[in-house]
């Protein structure tokens, strides 16, 4: 099924990454497909692997917020706060960029999205090149991101020389986005690993912009995105439940099994009803699902706070089907 190396050499990542290859690194979202952000050739095999459209731009990866600096025209106020208390971690800032960014890395747009990822492996690896990394999640176009080495040996095995092994992810969904409007205020262009409330916190209430459809400012956020390929439904559980075959359905619950449907069908994100747990649990808990012998996978919300905002829109994005999954 693979034919990756996985290991946990940061050298043999750093230097196959110098060469201008492409790398799965471990973040503390997801795992990401990584090149060297300034070597528009090195990112052009990033588009090539994941079979991703080159209208949806990457998010550049550095090891302090510091160098930064080097990438963008200015950084706003505001996100100087943020990033002093959130970074490292799981939130990624839109900035104008300087021209040592190559356009393939934006798709042609003036701005760039950089984070600083919390994994102590990548920010070693990180500080060890000299350049940033360019890294989408490290899974083909359209389907779950990849939460572990051996995920991303599953999809992309025969295309990656080398997958650096991380564990599996802390975080489990991507990062926040994080954008600043006409007006100079904070928006949020995608829901992810750092909650909502703890941007308010420093920022006041900010706008989430709807990224339901595919949005001119960030192109690549597609409904089919996160999709399994067993059809998944959004809902009411036990409703949907009730008028399905028993032994052919898969369930996707927060915190409680579904009486009547085999437990080896069932994930339940977090018995304790723990944000934090069910989102690591998420992308694993749908691959999973997405593996056995069912028909279909119903799942139900999880309560719209905090991370919970974050895994609802995983959630209605694999269940949004108007684009085929590739
Ligand atoms: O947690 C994460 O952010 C992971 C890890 C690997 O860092 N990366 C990730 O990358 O989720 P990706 O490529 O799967 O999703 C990045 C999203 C895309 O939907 C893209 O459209 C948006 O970020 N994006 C990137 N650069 C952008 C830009 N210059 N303007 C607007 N949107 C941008
Ligand atoms: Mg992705």
């Known amino acids: ?77 505001i996100f100087k706060k943020l990033a002093a208390k959130y970074t490292p971690g799981p939130v990624t800032f839109l900035m104008k960029k300087k021209d040592i960014i190559p356009d393939i890395v934006t798709a042609g ?113 597609l409904t089919s995105h996160y999709a399994p390929r067993v059809p998944l439904v959004l809902g009411d559980i036990h409703t949907l439940s009730a008028a399905s075959n028993s032994n052919r359905t898969g369930i996707i619950a927060f915190s409680n099994f579904l009486p009547g449907i085999p437990t080896k069908h069932q994930i339940v994100l977090s018995p304790s009803g723990n944000f934090t747990d069910a989102a690591r649990n998420l992308f694993a808990g749908m691959r999973y699902l997405d593996n056995c012998d069912i028909d279909v996978i119903f799942a139900e919300p999880v309560p719209e706070s905090d991370l919970g905002i974050a895994i609802n829109d995983r959630l209605r994005r694999a269940a949004h089907r108007d684009h085929p999954v590739t």
Do not use: W
Request: proline letters at 7%; one cysteine or more.
């Open 1 to 77: 099924m693979s034919d990756a190396f996985i290991g946990t050499s940061i050298d043999i990542a750093a230097t196959l990454l110098k060469k201008g290859e492409a790398v799965a690194i471990p973040t503390e979202t997801v795992y990401g497909l990584a090149a060297n952000a300034l070597d528009t050739r090195a990112v052009a095999k990033i588009f090539s692997i994941k079979q991703r459209p080159t209208f949806d731009p990457l998010i550049i990866h550095v090891a302090d917020f510091d160098k930064v600096v080097d990438y963008v025209k200015e950084i706003p106020e």
């Open 109 to 221: 747009s003036p701005y760039v999205a950089i984070r600083i990822p919390n994994h102590p492996v990548t920010l070693e690896l990180l500080k060890k090149v000299e350049f940033p990394l360019a890294a989408p999640s490290a899974n083909p176009f359209g389907y779950i991101s990849p939460t572990t080495a051996e995920h991303v040996a599953d999809q992309l095995g025969s295309k990656v020389y080398y997958i650096l092994d991380g564990g599996s992810c802390d975080v489990g969904v991507e990062s926040t986005i994080l954008a600043l409007d006409e007006n100079g205020e904070v928006e949020v262009l995608r829901k992810g690993g750092l909650s909502i409330e703890a941007i308010e916190k420093e920022t006041g209430t900010v706008t989430v912009r709807d990224t339901s459809v595919s949005n001119p400012e960030a192109p690549g956020m």
